[in-house]
């Protein structure tokens, strides 16, 4: 019976790690990979005492001072199920079973996925959800960006080092998020933004060759050899049965990052607080940790 389990090691589920470990907590981290949503950002502008990091290097310091203090790691693991019962908290996975008095749920946002034709057949053979994974493969290639918002931007600002060009699908009339990576997209000179289009269909053979889209009342075909679908992100959530959630499926936390369910935190992006941000999760991580500590601190 550990004192905390934290599901989840991106920038809140490392912090609150960091914090537990202070507090000489028995824990234990489970968690599918290392740095979650921030070790697929580009270039970090915004992250205090950083004026530029990139997202996997800022992954690699987080993943450094989280093992400094030794912590229990069970990476690579998915888990199935996570809530209370009559003898506290229980964490089933697809490899084992975990028990704790109390839990921090930081599992973070998985990518929306576009729903057209061709898809599923193209993932990984062309398409793609992470620019900085996966966007030095498509060194001189003619690329699309699908989405408007940061995450969109900050891919296409990625490609436009690797691209031969770079296509936005954007299905507003004009594109969205911070406004000092809007006015680099639209000053470049090997991009070109399709506003109030949507993509129809992904083409291809063995690997993509095309994309179909539905700009305005015209249908296009680009002939692209990448794909990179930055549309947004879903709350990862689903495991947690038993918390409350809003309608986008976002976990409900008070300010002590408190869940319904007594014991059960959260933190981060799959939680209801309003801005994801690399440096709001990570703060939030700290906040439940020591919510989790006093819980367990004032238990009888």
Same mark, same amino acid.
């Given at each position: /019976? ?18 537990? &470990?202070?507090?000489? /907590? ?22 205090? @005492? ?15 001072? /989280?093992?400094?203090?030794? %912590? ?10 996570? @809530?209370?019962? &009559? ?20 599992? @973070? ?25 996966? @966007?030095?493969?498509? &060194? ?10 940061? %995450? ?12 031969? &060009? ?70 990862? %959530? ?63």
């Amino acid at each position: /019976m550990h004192d905390l389990i934290i599901i989840g090691a991106g920038p809140a589920g490392i912090t609150a790690s960091v914090y537990a &470990s202070r507090k000489k /907590m028995d824990f234990l981290v489970i968690t599918q990979d290392i740095g979650g949503q921030a070790a697929w950002s580009g270039d970090i502008e915004n992250y205090t @005492g950083y004026q530029f990091i990139t997202g996997p290097e800022l992954t690699a310091k987080f993943e450094e001072h /989280m093992k400094k203090y030794g %912590s229990i790691v069970k990476e690579g693991e998915e888990v199935l199920e996570a @809530g209370r019962d &009559s003898d506290g908290i229980r964490v089933k996975t697809a490899k084992d079973e975990y028990r704790a008095k109390t839990l921090i749920i930081a599992s @973070g946002k998985v990518s929306r996925e576009l729903g057209v034709p061709g898809e599923k057949e193209f993932k990984n053979r062309g398409l793609t959800y992470c620019a900085t994974c996966d @966007g030095p493969l498509f &060194s001189a290639k003619d690329v699309a960006v699908i989405g408007g918002g940061n %995450s969109a931007l900050d891919a296409a600002l990625q490609l436009v080092k690797i691209a031969r &060009s770079v296509h936005i699908i954007n299905n507003t009339g004009r594109l969205g998020g911070d406004a000092v990576m809007r006015e680099k997209i639209e000053a470049h000179p090997i991009v070109r933004i399709y506003n109030n289009a949507t993509v129809t269909a992904i083409i291809g053979d063995t690997f993509v060759k095309a994309i179909r889209l539905r700009a305005g009342e015209k249908n296009v075909e680009l002939a692209v050899q990448g794909v990179f679908v930055e549309i947004g992100l879903v709350p990862n %959530s689903g495991f947690a049965k038993d918390v409350e959630k809003n309608s986008l499926g976002e976990i409900r936390v008070n300010c002590r990052n408190e869940t319904s369910v007594p014991g059960i935190f959260a933190a981060g992006d799959v939680t209801d607080v309003p801005e994801k941000q690399i440096i709001i999760a990570a703060g939030e991580g700290s906040k439940a940790a020591l919510a989790a500590f006093k819980y367990i601190s004032h238990a009888r």
